[in-house]
């Protein structure tokens, strides 16, 4: 099983700040990685494919970067509705698919 | 519109077991697989299993199979995910996902269903 591991655990942003989040694999996972927002009690909502391929629409201060086993997701400025929490999911060797802990952006 | 719609709120005692649906709409249900993904309360998500809804094919993460039965009934468009054995460490949430089509990523999700399992 390949295991996610994502950083930091919190991140506290002011708006208009920029957020970079990191996931990291266990082995590589090629390209074939996710990434999903989550706010509270709703369900996850996938916001980048394929490590860099935004979901339609998805704004574009989401971006997503990395290959292989390091990954980065970055939100240019941060907006009010973007405090949430964020998992990396990958999908190059199932079952299972696996995410990550998350990683909670928070208002600072 | 294109959505996944799942069951209410289910409240089990350890040792029973809970069903829960998820109806597809909006979208050719025999053209998506179906997965099934938890989230204990304030915990990460963890995959469950999926369901083939054309084939009735399943699949299963190792530490659910012989515990979670996944069906479907193509007449209305809805699968089932049956966990049996319920413990108190199954509370959570339980949400279904359609896969995208070509590759194993999630691209609609329901709103998922609380199971708490509470003597």
């Known amino acids: 099983e390949i295991v996610m591991t994502q950083s930091p655990a919190t991140l506290s942003v002011s708006p208009g700040e920029r957020a970079t989040l990191s996931c990291r694999a266990s082995q590589s996972v090629s390209s074939n990685l996710a990434w999903y927002q989550q706010k509270p009690g709703q369900a996850p909502r996938l916001l980048i494919y394929?490590?860099?391929t935004r979901a339609t629409g998805i704004p574009a201060r989401f971006s997503g970067s990395g290959s292989g086993t390091e990954f980065s997701l970055t939100i240019s400025s941060l907006q009010s509705e973007d405090f949430a929490i964020y998992y990396c999911?990958?999908?190059?060797?199932?079952?299972?698919?696996?995410f990550g802990q998350g990683s909670k952006v928070e208002i600072k | 519109q294109v959505q996944l719609v799942q069951s209410g709120t289910e409240v089990k005692k350890p040792g029973a077991s809970v069903k829960v649906s998820c109806k597809a709409s909006?979208?050719?249900?025999?053209?998506?697989?179906l997965h099934w993904v938890r989230q204990a309360p304030g915990q990460g998500l963890e995959w469950m299993g999926w369901?083939?809804?054309?084939?009735?094919?399943?699949d299963f993460a190792e530490r659910f199979q012989g515990r979670v039965t996944l069906t479907r009934d193509t007449s209305i468009s809805t699968v089932y995910m049956e966990v049996s054995r319920l413990r108190s460490d199954d509370t959570a949430v339980y949400y279904c996902a359609r896969r995208s089509s070509s590759y194993w990523y999630f691209d609609l999700w329901g709103r998922g269903t609380l199971v708490t399992v509470s003597s």
């Open positions: 369901i083939n809804p054309d084939s009735g094919y399943t």
């Open positions: 909006g979208y050719t249900f025999t053209g998506y697989f």
């Open positions: 999911q990958q999908y190059n060797k199932w079952p299972p698919v696996t």
């Open positions: 394929g490590a860099s």
